[in-house]
C-alpha cells in the first residue's frame, strides 16, 4: 500500500460527508492499548477538524497497564468505557485497532461499522462500508497520522504526546515490526510532544498486585531450547500476558515466549519472537483452534479460549498445559523436556 493512499480516503470521507456522519461512536478493541487510545482520539480529531463531525472514543473492558492509565489521565483523553447496550441505536460508527470479526470488541452483531481503521491483517468477513485495513505499519495510529498531516489539520500537543506513545508503544520504540511509514510519523510529531510527561507515562507507580504477578510469572517460567513460557494464573487486566511475553523474551538468547493468563473466564495467551520472519499470528492462530480465538503479527501474537467463569481448577490447567504443549510440539520441542527457567538455572 503506497503511503497516503488510506489517508487520501479519510480525508474524503471526512471532506465529503461531513455532519452526515454526526454522531460518530469511535471503537476501540477491549482493554484498549496506547496504538489503540491514540489512533481513536486522532481520528476524533480529524472527524471535528475536516467534517465538524461530534465524536465520542469508547472501549470495552478496562485500561488495565499502568502506563495505559496514566497516558490516558495524564493526558486527559476523551475516551470512557462503554455503557450496557450503549451501541444499540449509534447511527455511525468507526472500529480502530481492530475488525469486527475479532473476538475483542463489543461491536454489534451484524452491524455493519461506516468505517475502519486497523493494520492487523484483514479478516475475510470484515464488513464496512470504508475498510482502511494497511498492514505495510506497524501501528495502526500512522494511518492517521498520515491523514493528518496530508489534511494540514493541526495537532495539538497532548494529542502529539499520545500519538509518539502509541507508536511507540506499538512498535517498542520502533525496534519491532516498525515500518518505515512508522518511523517518518514518529518523528514528524515528536517535536510537538511533551517529553515530561512521556517520561511519567513510561514510568508510572505501580500496584503491589503487579509486583505480585511479575514474581508469579519469572517463579513459574519454564524453558524448553529456546522457548520460554509461563502461566501467571488469575490476573486483574488481561494484558498482564503480553505485558510478561515482553519481559520474558529480554531474556538472552531466547527466540519465544508465550505467557497465559486467567481472565472472566477466558485463558488469554501472549506469544512473542525475537525472530521477523517467525510468523506469530499465524501460529498462535493454529494453536488455539483457528476461527477468530487469535492472531497477530510476525513477531507479536496474542488471543483467548474460553474455558469458563467457575470452571474447576483440572480445566484451567488442562487448558494451560495443552496451549504450552501444543506450541512446544510445533516448534520441534519435546514439551516432556520442561524445566524452571530461574529456579534451576537457564
Given at each position: 500500500?503506497?503511503?497516503?493512499?488510506h489517508a487520501?480516503?479519510?480525508?474524503?470521507?471526512?471532506?465529503?460527508?461531513?455532519?452526515?456522519?454526526?454522531?460518530?461512536?469511535i471503537?476501540?478493541?477491549?482493554?484498549?492499548?496506547?496504538?489503540?487510545?491514540a489512533?481513536a482520539?486522532?481520528?476524533?480529531?480529524?472527524?471535528?477538524?475536516?467534517?465538524?463531525?461530534?465524536?465520542?472514543?469508547?472501549y470495552?473492558?478496562?485500561?488495565?497497564?499502568?502506563?495505559?492509565?496514566?497516558?490516558?489521565?495524564?493526558?486527559l483523553?476523551?475516551?470512557r468505557p462503554?455503557?450496557?447496550?450503549?451501541?444499540?441505536?449509534?447511527?455511525?460508527?468507526?472500529?480502530?485497532?481492530?475488525?469486527?470479526?475479532?473476538?475483542?470488541?463489543r461491536?454489534?452483531?451484524?452491524?455493519?461499522?461506516?468505517?475502519?481503521?486497523?493494520?492487523?491483517?484483514?479478516?475475510p468477513?470484515?464488513?464496512?462500508?470504508l475498510?482502511?485495513?494497511?498492514?505495510?505499519v506497524?501501528?495502526?495510529?500512522?494511518?492517521?497520522?498520515?491523514?493528518?498531516r496530508?489534511?494540514g489539520?493541526?495537532?495539538?500537543?497532548?494529542?502529539?504526546?499520545?500519538?509518539?506513545y502509541?507508536?511507540?508503544s506499538?512498535?517498542?520504540?520502533?525496534?519491532?515490526?516498525?515500518?518505515?511509514?512508522?518511523?517518518?510519523?514518529?518523528?514528524?510529531?515528536?517535536?510537538?510532544a511533551h517529553?515530561?510527561?512521556?517520561?511519567?507515562?513510561?514510568?508510572?507507580?505501580?500496584?503491589?498486585r503487579?509486583?505480585?504477578?511479575?514474581?508469579?510469572?519469572?517463579?513459574?517460567?519454564f524453558?524448553?531450547?529456546?522457548?520460554?513460557?509461563?502461566?501467571?494464573?488469575?490476573v486483574?487486566?488481561?494484558d498482564?500476558?503480553?505485558?510478561?511475553?515482553?519481559?520474558?523474551?529480554?531474556?538472552?538468547?531466547?527466540?519465544w515466549?508465550?505467557?497465559?493468563?486467567?481472565?472472566?473466564?477466558?485463558?488469554?495467551?501472549?506469544?512473542?519472537?525475537?525472530?521477523?520472519?517467525?510468523?506469530a499470528g499465524?501460529?498462535?492462530?493454529?494453536?488455539?483452534?483457528?476461527?477468530?480465538?487469535g492472531?497477530?503479527?510476525?513477531?507479536i501474537?496474542?488471543g483467548?479460549?474460553?474455558?469458563?467463569?467457575?470452571?474447576?481448577?483440572?480445566?484451567?490447567?488442562?487448558?494451560?498445559d495443552?496451549?504450552?504443549?501444543?506450541?512446544?510440539?510445533?516448534?520441534?520441542?519435546?514439551?516432556?523436556?520442561?524445566?524452571?527457567?530461574?529456579?534451576?538455572?537457564v
Open positions: 500500500m503506497r503511503p497516503g493512499f487520501g480516503r479519510l480525508i474524503k470521507l471526512f471532506t465529503e460527508k461531513g455532519r452526515s456522519l454526526s454522531p460518530l461512536t471503537l476501540t478493541h477491549d482493554h484498549p492499548d496506547p496504538d489503540a487510545l489512533s482520539w486522532a481520528l476524533a480529531h480529524l472527524a471535528q477538524a475536516l467534517g465538524r463531525i461530534r465524536s465520542r472514543i469508547v470495552g473492558g478496562a485500561i488495565g497497564r499502568a502506563e495505559n492509565r496514566m497516558m490516558a489521565e495524564r493526558l483523553m476523551p475516551a462503554l455503557r450496557k447496550g450503549e451501541l444499540a441505536g449509534v447511527p455511525h460508527l468507526a472500529l480502530v485497532d481492530t475488525q469486527p470479526p475479532f473476538k475483542n470488541n461491536c454489534p452483531p451484524r452491524r455493519i461499522p461506516d468505517l475502519i481503521i486497523d493494520h492487523h491483517p484483514r479478516h468477513d470484515t464488513p464496512a462500508d475498510a482502511l485495513v494497511d498492514e505495510g506497524g501501528a495502526t495510529t500512522t494511518i492517521l497520522v498520515e491523514a493528518l496530508l489534511s489539520v493541526r495537532v495539538p500537543r497532548r494529542l502529539a504526546t499520545a500519538v509518539i502509541g507508536i511507540g506499538e512498535t517498542q520504540n520502533l525496534g519491532r515490526e516498525a515500518a518505515p511509514r512508522d518511523m517518518e510519523a514518529y518523528q514528524a510529531l515528536w517535536p510537538k517529553m515530561k510527561t512521556l517520561w511519567r507515562i513510561s514510568y508510572p507507580r505501580r500496584s503491589e503487579f509486583f505480585t504477578t511479575l514474581a508469579r510469572g519469572i517463579q513459574e517460567a524453558v524448553v531450547g529456546r522457548a520460554l513460557g509461563a502461566h501467571l494464573g488469575e486483574d487486566t488481561p498482564r500476558a503480553a505485558q510478561m511475553a515482553d519481559f520474558l523474551l529480554t531474556l538472552n538468547g531466547l527466540r515466549s508465550l505467557v497465559t493468563a486467567r481472565y472472566a473466564g477466558r485463558l488469554h495467551v501472549s506469544l512473542r519472537s525475537s525472530d521477523p520472519g517467525a510468523g499465524r501460529l498462535l492462530k493454529r494453536l488455539l483452534g483457528g476461527g477468530n480465538r492472531g497477530g503479527h510476525a513477531m501474537a496474542g483467548s479460549v474460553e474455558v469458563g467463569e467457575g470452571a474447576p481448577e483440572a480445566a484451567w490447567r488442562e487448558a494451560e495443552k496451549t504450552a504443549s501444543g506450541f512446544l510440539a510445533g516448534q520441534g520441542l519435546d514439551p516432556a523436556q520442561r524445566r524452571w527457567a530461574f529456579r534451576d538455572g
